[in-house]
């Protein structure tokens, strides 16, 4: 039965088991609204209690059905249901109570969670927002200023936040459902949410504040406008017209392209990992090495203490060893600060460091993020290869060199990887875990199950240059300067792409990154013969005379007192190219620039894609989405490109 009665005295427990996360789906809303008539019209129920089963309470409404028409009962109605019963209800909530399933709870009249609860309405990140009462309850049970952050937001919060906002009336010191049933007694009158004033309505002003603050973040995403709008509704209007716009709103968003494009990177970031050796039982991980202490290693070695890992951190110096280890302690207590570390001492000290790779001799991983040269990296290795266990697992963080010639010099090559994190390492969620091909079957389970453990989304790529990500990135970095060439500036490639969604244009991504890097590449690409054909040097021209990007004050842009304004150096040189290559530069239209550039984007995609070098158009989606500002609502590359029918 997915919702069943038991009792407890004279205490109904409601129990949905609904396996994997609670979704309220149809067979769930229906349950419940029949047990709600039951315990009405059962003489020895006084007070019910509402819990779930397995690993959490409902994690919100079935994502699958939202492609569905809709199917009664709906949910507003099982929770106004719940709200008018005549017997208490207490919501007894543990793992995460989201969505839908926070509205279930705040429909009850009571709520206890477990200590490790955590409570939200994250419908915006699905480009919705709340369709059964989450904007008008929520800040009827909290100040209306949090109830805004956590709708538009999206951020789910913890129990001891939700006990001190008001959200919940106890936190669990033992038993869960025994507490439950205890408050449950403890109650003989149901209390209901919506009969309370809404909480700090005095301080519109307030309000207001935090409404513009967050309109800024919404670029185009219009969930959360809609979200800002909703809760602002649920405020101000009284609570059946609010519930009746909230509705409404919910219903509008849902068949929306954005919401479309939302659920399929929600399905896709879970479905990257379904490979059959994904599966297979993975090498045992505790003992971390990392070699490098600049900004990756510390960040890679900052995202495993972060998670329960071991690690030990080696420089070749004993200046460069302090400096790195500094950095790594600077991470640990910034994130310690943002609350995320709750035993800094205990992650502190399962970190070690070491100028000798001997330290290494009984570690289970050991990455590599020292200088991008292949011939630095291959002595790394050959150096791994002779102190470490035989079968331990030896990764790359290169982001663009052949992983295939790294591994070679291993003399069991199975037993290499490409793990390319994303900068800052512990922050960012994106892991590529690059396959070459003698890489053994358990190397890639672990790998998946590393990613995992990491808290990341790990995607399988074959060895190319640059892998998944990268590849398409250069290809569309090569169309923008194309764009240049054909007429376009800088500044009007930034401004479509910042338009189309992207937080920052590509331009101005290079001047933030530094032009050196991407210059080094270049000339190691051209020394081996892999670019021909149409060679545009405005950028190497840029980086002759030193402009670097922001660290040098001036690249595609001069920045002034951190602003970035167009260049007339920039231009000439642009002009001087246009004439070299005897392109006219005639004046561009800025609606032209996003079709070449999500044209050039995707025919790359397309080429990965049939080179099996990945696996699927939805893991391609998800790389750039997670590690190249793709805009989220628009689903990634290649669901863009399907939507316009490309
Ligand atoms: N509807 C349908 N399926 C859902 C779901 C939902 N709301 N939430 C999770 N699932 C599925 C996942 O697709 C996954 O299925 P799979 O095993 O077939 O791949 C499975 O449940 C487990 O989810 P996963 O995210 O891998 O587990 P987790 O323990 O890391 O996280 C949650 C659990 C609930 C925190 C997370 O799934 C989540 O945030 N879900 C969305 C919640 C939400 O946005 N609710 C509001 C909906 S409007």
Redesign the pocket.
Known sequence: MTVSIDTQGRVAIVTIDNP??N?SSQAVRAGLLEAVTKTEDDPDVDAVVLACAG??FV??????EFDLPLMEPHLPDVIAAIEAASKPWVAAIH??A????LELAMGCHFRIADPMARMG???V??G?V??AGGTVRLPRLVEAELALTMIAGGKPILANVALTAGLIDAIATSDLLDEAVALAVEHAAPRRTLENAVVGASDAEAFDKTATGLRRKVRGQESIAAAIDAVGRGVRLPADEALAAERAAFLALKSSDQARALRHI??AE??TLADPRAKLTPRPLQRIGVIGGGTMGVGIVSAFLMRGFEVTLIERDEASLHAGADRVHATLDSSAKRGLLPDLDAVSARFDTAIDYAALSDADLVIEAVFEDMEVKKQVFARLDQVTKPDAILATNTSYLDVNAIAAVLSDPSRAVGLHFFSPAHVMKLLEIVLPGAVAEDVVATAAKLSKSLGKIGVLSGVCDGFIGNRIMSAYRAEADRLLIDGASPDQVDSAMRAYGFPIGVFEMQDLAGLDIAWAMRKRRLAEGKISGGYIRIADRLCEIGRFGRKTGAGWYDHVDGTALPSEVVMSIIAEERQTMEAVGKAFATEDVMPRILGAMTREAEAVLAEGIARSAEDIDVVMVNGYSFPRWKGGPMFAARSAGG
Do not use: K, M
Request: no cysteine; charged share 15%.
């Open positions: 994997p996360v979704a690993r959490t994690a919100g409404a079935d994502v699958r793992g995460t989201l969505g839908g399933g309405l994250p419908e990140n699905l919705l709340p369709g929600f399905f879970r479905a």
